[in-house]
């Protein structure tokens, strides 16, 4: 019955800039607000996000009128109206699965340690945002792909999600399983669509965790597996061409099992080695989960780091949170619930 089908994709940047012109038109504002940087803010918007975004400044405005004057209206709508009503957003693209997520944001400063991969990621990563016009007047083509290798819980995914938010990009984290489809060229389009949605959403971070398990040597290799290398390439290769605001950042624990084609220059290009923290990159994770977990003040954090050589982030986190089983269970026999880390237990 339904011969043609037509998608109604995500606005551009330019088209999303263009509806919120539209929108603001008659809206009593500030002089000279900038809509380009609101715009800019709106990653994954849709026509319907932007208007409830003016609504609900128009409201923010009206309540702090009221509340200063008595009566609606006196004050003219301002860039903190806009930028404080991003917050109670809820962007319908985000909803759908395999699209752009909305993370939590995780800043260079709440990651221990790893001052070195952090360094590298700003440079490669986060320069190429903020000093896109420095890159393009001296006609350098920034990386577009990078790949975290390391063991199991050093980081890389926090690090992935520190970068969307040091970007002010969205966080497309594309879950491997979800690629591989039984029928006959569906895993093909499940790429292609994560990278259209990602190039749609731009500036974007598309994170591919456990990257081996799809993406390993082609010669070892399935049919399937083949064919999706092909569009992976396809994918990476047009995104250089068209120089969009999308990186790549992929995490693997086995850097020898992927394909060399993915990381020739132009794709994966950046190999970043994340590695189990040092002893005062221990002290400074273990100092940072006190902000948030109840420690006995007679803990010494120095001499546990010194007894968890070889401990990931991760195993820091998962021996405070043992520790705290056992604290509560203190607690059930009347002591204090305070966290207290049992040394000889590590």
């Not at 790893?114 to 920034?142: C, M, N």
Request: aromatic share 6%; net charge neutral.
């Amino acid at each position: 019955m339904f011969q043609d089908e037509i998608h109604l994709d995500l606005p551009t940047p330019i088209q999303r800039r263009e509806i919120l012109k539209i929108l603001t038109n008659g809206l009593v504002t500030v002089p000279n607000i900038n809509l380009d940087d609101i715009s800019d803010k709106c990653h994954g918007y849709i026509a319907a996000d932007l208007a409830a975004l003016c609504r609900i400044a128009i409201e923010r405005a009206n309540i702090k009128s009221i509340h200063e004057t008595g009566r609606p209206n006196a004050y003219p709508i301002t860039y903190e109206d806009f930028a404080e009503s991003m917050k109670d957003i809820k962007i319908s693209a985000l909803r759908e699965k395999n699209d752009v997520k909305k993370i939590d944001p995780v800043r260079w400063s709440d990651i221990g340690g790893l001052d070195d991969v952090k360094q590298i990621l700003d440079e490669s990563v986060v320069w190429t945002y903020k000093h896109a016009d420095a890159f393009r007047r001296l006609g350098i083509q920034p990386s577009k792909g990078v790949l975290l290798f390391g063991p199991p819980g050093t980081g890389k995914t926090l690090l992935a999600k520190a970068v969307a938010t040091e970007t002010f990009a969205n966080f497309l984290p594309v879950s491997i399983p979800d690629l591989i489809k039984g029928e006959v060229g569906e895993s093909e389009k499940a790429i292609a669509n994560a990278f259209r949605v990602a190039a749609r959403s731009s500036p974007c971070v598309i994170f591919l965790d456990e990257l081996e398990t799809v993406f390993g040597l082609r010669d070892e290799s399935g049919t399937l597996g083949k064919k999706m290398i092909s569009q992976l390439f396809l994918e990476l290769d047009a995104l250089n061409a068209r120089q969009l605001p999308v990186i790549i950042l992929a995490a693997t624990n086995n850097p020898e099992m992927i394909d060399r084609t993915i990381l020739r220059p132009g794709r994966l290009d950046r190999i970043v080695y994340v590695r189990p923290p040092l002893y005062e990159e221990r002290l400074h994770i273990l100092q940072l989960l006190s902000v948030r977990t109840r420690f006995s003040n007679e803990i010494d954090f120095d001499d546990i780091a010194r007894k968890t050589e070889n401990y990931t982030g991760a195993d820091l986190k998962a021996l405070t949170q043992r520790a705290g089983l056992l604290a509560l269970k203190r607690c059930k026999e009347g002591a204090s619930a305070e966290v207290s880390i049992l040394v000889s237990r590590i």
